[in-house]
């Protein structure tokens, strides 16, 4: 039996080495080029049980597979364990549509309604007749911002416990919060509640966050936001609760990055309970002035000719400057398995709004763009559509299957990616495009860092 090397390698050549990229298993490494080369030549004489340890390591690291491994259905088999899990009952759950902020590039209407009794008893009496179908209950609060009605959250946690508890199944919870009403009295009534991890952004220094995330009435937040991180972090001692520091990427916020980076370094990523997370701004709104602020062009940031590894690596340098390795290559993994299907094309994630409408994706809420998928009855039952269901939680690959067949990334993206573009809208071509452009340039970055990407032989000293 011979090997071969997995199909979903990305090689990259460098200085005599070669770099391999392995989507399969979010990895990569380095190896001599003549090392590689030779390597390659000799793939027939390969056993089974190779007594060259670097042979070993490729082995076993999945750079090499055996000859009789059809990778496409391996990959067939990941999708089916990502988006058709009965592990988790995933629940989004929105209190509120309306929100205390009004961000620049915010797509929410802030719709001023509440979930009522009658829909959260709906809400309740749905978990209690499908948990049993499931290894488990994690609800994740969204909104509009979801603080602003507290007793919501309060009221449905406790009944959510106590089903879990009856079926003997986990409960876990997370929130989507802007922060501003997360002083350390609500975050300890949100412990009751189970909630362990918060997503809160902070958009720049004071002067940059302030421009792009104010309140509804246009006074500022940044400070509010730092004085509530500051005080949960010293008052609260266990190591249970996380926070992913998140800051949307506009012109001026990019530009400002790296002083807000060494904010967040010196005064939050010391403690291993906070950690950061970048994205480029959505554009969601319809204000001409804010569209100019929206990243369409990397040289727009740092200069004409400014690639997006150079971009990537700037921002890496300032938000990246982690020593400890754990720490490190947790921040890589959460950028790579962000590639992996969204949550909207899981068939176990289901999106309550306070109406009790069931919607597939938090960005997407209206009937017009096939956002409404069903909804939740008094007694429980969730009338589903299934048409507008089946968009978003099955694979676009009818007519093009060897389209994903043939590409290195679809351990990542599984033929799904985002649903949105790639099904309901049916933007494909475009999409794969630019999703495995930017799977490369992240692999590239990170594997100048010798804490990710380490030399196969030196691994083996």
Same mark, same amino acid.
């Given at each position: 039996?011979?090997?071969?090397?997995?199909?979903? +390698?990305?090689?990259?050549?460098?200085?005599?080495?070669?770099?391999?990229?392995? *989507?399969? =298993?979010?990895?990569?490494?380095?190896?001599?080029?003549?090392?590689?080369?030779?390597?390659?030549?000799? &793939?027939?004489?390969? =056993?089974?049980?190779?007594?060259?340890?670097?042979?070993?390591?490729?082995?076993?690291?999945?750079?090499?597979?055996?000859?009789?491994?059809?990778?496409?259905?391996?990959?067939?088999?990941?999708? &089916?364990?990502?988006?058709?899990?009965?592990?988790? &009952?995933?629940?989004?759950?929105?209190?509120?549509?309306?929100?205390?902020?009004?961000?620049?590039?915010?797509?929410?209407?802030?719709?001023?309604?509440?979930?009522?009794?009658?829909?959260?008893?709906?809400?309740?009496?749905?978990?209690?007749?499908?948990?049993?179908?499931?290894? /488990?209950?994690?609800?994740?609060?969204?909104?509009?911002?979801?603080?602003?009605?507290?007793?919501?959250?309060?009221?449905?946690?406790?009944?959510?416990?106590?089903?879990?508890?009856?079926?003997?199944?986990?409960?876990? %919870?997370?929130?989507?919060?802007?922060?501003?009403?997360?002083?350390?009295?609500?975050?300890?009534?949100?412990?009751?509640?189970?909630?362990?991890?918060?997503?809160?952004?902070?958009?720049?220094?004071?002067?940059?966050?302030?421009?792009?995330?104010?309140? %509804?009435? /246009?006074?500022?937040?940044?400070?509010?936001?730092?004085?509530?991180? *500051?005080?949960?972090?010293?008052?609260?001692?266990?190591?249970?609760?996380?926070?992913?520091?998140?800051?949307?990427?506009?012109?001026?916020?990019?530009?400002?990055?790296? =002083?807000?980076?060494?904010?967040?370094?010196?005064?939050?990523?010391?403690?291993?309970?906070?950690?950061?997370?970048?994205?480029?701004?959505?554009?969601? #709104?319809?204000?001409?002035? @804010?569209?100019?602020?929206?990243?369409?062009?990397?040289?727009?940031?740092?200069?004409?000719?400014? $690639?997006?590894?150079? *971009?990537?690596?700037?921002?890496?340098?300032?938000? @990246?400057?982690? #020593?400890?390795?754990? %720490?490190?290559?947790?921040?890589?993994?959460?950028?790579? !398995?962000?590639?992996?299907?969204?949550?909207?094309?899981?068939?176990?994630?289901?999106?309550?709004?306070?109406?009790?409408? &069931?919607?597939?994706?938090?960005?997407?809420?209206?009937?017009?763009?096939?956002?409404?998928?069903?909804?939740?009855?008094?007694?429980?039952?969730?009338?589903?559509?299934?048409?507008?269901?089946? =968009?978003?939680?099955?694979?676009? #690959?009818?007519?093009?299957?060897?389209?994903?067949?043939?590409?290195?990334?679809?351990?990542?993206?599984?033929?799904?990616?985002?649903?949105?573009?790639? $099904?309901?809208?049916?933007?494909?071509?475009?999409?794969?495009?630019?999703?495995?452009?930017?799977?490369?340039?992240? !692999?590239?970055?990170? $594997?100048?860092?010798?804490?990710?990407? %380490?030399?196969?032989?030196?691994? +083996?000293?």
């Amino acid at each position: 039996m011979g090997y071969k090397l997995s199909k979903y +390698l990305y090689e990259d050549e460098k200085e005599g080495y070669v770099f391999l990229y392995n *989507t399969y =298993k979010v990895d990569m490494l380095k190896i001599k080029k003549p090392l590689f080369e030779a390597i390659k030549e000799n &793939l027939s004489d390969i =056993k089974e049980n190779p007594e060259n340890p670097v042979i070993a390591k490729l082995i076993e690291k999945r750079y090499l597979v055996e000859d009789s491994v059809n990778e496409d259905r391996e990959g067939d088999l990941m999708y &089916l364990k990502t988006c058709h899990s009965n592990k988790q &009952l995933l629940l989004t759950i929105l209190p509120t549509e309306g929100c205390n902020f009004r961000c620049e590039y915010c797509y929410e209407e802030h719709k001023q309604n509440k979930m009522s009794e009658e829909t959260q008893e709906a809400l309740i009496k749905f978990v209690r007749k499908n948990l049993k179908y499931y290894g /488990g209950l994690s609800v994740s609060w969204f909104g509009g911002e979801p603080l602003l009605y507290p007793e919501i959250i309060e009221h449905l946690s406790e009944e959510f416990k106590k089903i879990c508890k009856t079926f003997k199944k986990p409960y876990t %919870a997370i929130m989507t919060t802007n922060g501003y009403l997360l002083d350390y009295d609500m975050f300890c009534r949100m412990k009751k509640c189970n909630v362990t991890n918060y997503q809160i952004t902070i958009d720049g220094p004071a002067e940059v966050h302030d421009k792009q995330r104010f309140l %509804a009435g /246009g006074q500022p937040t940044y400070d509010k936001i730092i004085s509530n991180l *500051t005080d949960i972090k010293e008052k609260e001692k266990s190591k249970f609760y996380t926070f992913s520091l998140r800051t949307n990427l506009t012109v001026q916020s990019a530009k400002a990055y790296p =002083k807000l980076a060494q904010f967040l370094k010196d005064n939050f990523f010391v403690d291993g309970r906070f950690t950061p997370r970048v994205r480029i701004a959505w554009n969601g #709104t319809n204000d001409a002035d @804010y569209e100019k602020n929206i990243i369409s062009d990397i040289s727009s940031i740092f200069g004409e000719g400014s $690639s997006l590894e150079e *971009t990537q690596e700037n921002l890496q340098k300032s938000m @990246y400057g982690i #020593t400890d390795e754990n %720490a490190l290559r947790k921040n890589f993994n959460e950028i790579m !398995f962000a590639h992996y299907p969204c949550y909207a094309a899981k068939a176990n994630s289901f999106i309550f709004g306070p109406d009790g409408r &069931l919607f597939k994706c938090t960005v997407h809420f209206d009937d017009s763009k096939d956002g409404v998928a069903g909804y939740l009855k008094p007694d429980g039952h969730l009338e589903v559509n299934d048409t507008i269901d089946a =968009k978003w939680i099955t694979q676009m #690959t009818a007519n093009d299957k060897g389209k994903c067949y043939d590409c290195k990334a679809y351990p990542l993206c599984q033929g799904v990616g985002c649903p949105y573009k790639m $099904s309901v809208r049916g933007r494909r071509d475009d999409e794969c495009e630019a999703k495995v452009a930017e799977i490369i340039s992240t !692999f590239r970055v990170f $594997s100048s860092n010798e804490k990710i990407c %380490a030399d196969v032989e030196e691994m +083996l000293a």
